[in-house]
């Protein structure tokens, strides 16, 4: 047993324990034992600094040992739902515990819950236990913060809002998919409490702050309400994207994205509706001044548009491409004339990858007889030069890991707009295309030789050599 009351005697005991934590997968008649360490000595102990530690090691144990716990986690989680304190007065100065620790007790009564082997319906009336509290006092520091106008109430109101989020979201770690959770009966627990968060989205005040935490809670309900999240993203997304600043769009994206890998072709009908304006808030931050001098403000930029290309990416590879063509040819070209930009001139080689990616996947899907009407032409016109252009440039090292991988990408594309278009692409490649970038009669044999008969992989290092002896000739 312990009964340690010093802070550094007993940091040493649960850092033993916690580091040891398989053993009790054999020996789980300690558990009780350790348990009581845990929860009545550990997480009480005097000591603040004690407290806050153990409690990410007993969310770590509780997280290891939790098949082993069976019939003690009932009583666990009651002695645990007695320590998930919500601030009164919403200031953690002199709390018994910070928001922060909070955070790994939650998760750990999500872990308790699901190993107590109870029914759903009583799994769900534990969980409610956990998440009635929160919702409340969620609504409750909502009303405070639109009624204060005193910033550091608002702060304050602010970052007691954004925990209380945090701790919903925890709660829900222990579930990795739909069908778990709405097995485990604790589904409408955490969907009911989805509209009441959705309502941080709506104030102006703090915004930044309440737009993570909420962000953070819709990441996680992606994957635990399946298809029953799909009627709450409209005014989610379209309240995540009002007034957006760089900063919000760099959070915003990775939501979005996350959306179109899950639900793909059923989320499409949505995307239709929303895309120009998540391209138009884009660029909007991307036009905003920029002082060069800046290294952050230039980084974030950079970044920006990173997660520009990433978004694209995600449509295409979740074969949701219809969403960029049906927006017009026009705003088409537009988005196409930003992939030839990044494949050519950003000055950064993953990224200059992944824009060759996304133009693969196009070809592959819009290149082919009855494909999109126009798509062969700007083929030819701008993707084919784009991959002759990026690895001549000056300022591209192909002895550069990433930029010897970007040269996978434009090999990809070139065979992908081989396989669609077959003889047409050597026709003209023949005709015309070498002959106006000067390509040597013997190279361009030589090229067109390889491109038909090598396969994308040995194509790869085919090309660095072609490109640098191009260089080479160029000087």
């Not at 054999?26 to 997480?43: I, Q, S, W």
């Not at 909502?142 to 954004?162: C, H, V």
């Not at 604790?186 to 930044?208: M, R, S």
């Amino acid at each position: 047993s312990c009964c340690c009351t010093s802070g550094g005697s007993c940091f040493y005991f649960y850092e033993v324990l916690v580091r040891y934590e398989k053993f009790f997968v054999t020996a789980k008649h300690y558990l009780p034992g350790v348990m009581d360490c845990f929860l009545e000595r550990g997480l009480k102990n005097v000591h603040i600094t004690v407290r806050s530690r153990l409690c990410y090691l007993f969310c770590r144990f509780v997280k290891t040992l939790k098949n082993q716990m069976d019939g003690l986690a009932k009583q666990v989680f009651e002695r645990l739902s007695q320590l998930l304190i919500v601030f009164p007065d919403w200031n953690e100065v002199g709390a018994y515990f910070t928001g922060y620790d909070l955070m790994f007790l939650y998760e750990a009564a999500g872990f308790v819950i699901v190993s107590c082997g109870l029914s759903p319906e009583s799994s769900g009336d534990l969980m409610s236990r956990v998440l009635t509290p929160v919702v409340e006092r969620f609504r409750l520091a909502m009303t405070q913060l639109n009624s204060t106008e005193d910033m550091q109430q608002q702060e304050t109101l602010a970052q007691s809002i954004y925990n209380l989020l945090s701790f919903a979201s925890r709660a829900s770690k222990v579930f990795v998919n739909h069908q778990q959770t709405k097995q485990s009966g604790c589904l409408n627990c955490f969907a009911e409490a989805l509209p009441a968060f959705l309502c941080g989205l709506e104030v102006p005040k703090q915004k930044e702050l309440l737009q993570s935490g909420v962000r953070q809670y819709l990441h996680r309900m992606i994957i635990c309400l399946g298809d029953e999240l799909l009627k709450y993203v409209p005014i989610a997304i379209s309240l995540l994207l009002k007034d957006c600043k760089s900063h919000d769009i760099l959070e915003f994206i990775p939501l979005i994205n996350q959306l179109i890998t899950k639900y793909k072709e059923r989320i499409a009908p949505f995307l239709d509706t929303v895309f120009v304006s998540v391209v138009q808030t884009i660029n909007k931050c991307l036009n905003e001044p920029c002082d060069p001098s800046d290294m952050e403000e230039v980084r974030e930029r950079q970044n920006l548009q990173k997660a520009y290309y990433l978004f694209i990416s995600s449509l295409t590879t979740n074969d949701v491409t219809q969403v960029i063509a049906n927006q017009g040819a026009q705003f088409l070209e537009e988005v196409l004339g930003t992939l030839i930009t990044g494949s050519v001139e950003f000055p950064d080689p993953a990224t200059q990858k992944l824009c060759f990616s996304i133009m693969k996947k196009l070809v592959d899907t819009w290149a082919c007889e009855g494909g999109l009407h126009g798509f062969p032409e700007y083929m030819y016109k701008n993707i084919l030069p784009a991959c002759f252009l990026a690895p001549l440039r000056a300022t591209c090292d192909l002895n550069d890991g990433n930029a010897y991988l970007m040269l996978s990408e434009i090999a990809g594309v070139l065979k992908a707009m081989l396989s669609k278009r077959g003889v047409e692409m050597v026709l003209y490649l023949q005709g015309s295309y070498l002959a106006s970038i000067r390509m040597p009669p013997l190279v361009a044999q030589d090229f067109l030789q390889r491109l038909q008969h090598t396969d994308a992989k040995a194509l790869k290092p085919y090309l660095k050599d072609l490109f640098l002896e191009l260089r080479t000739a160029s000087l």
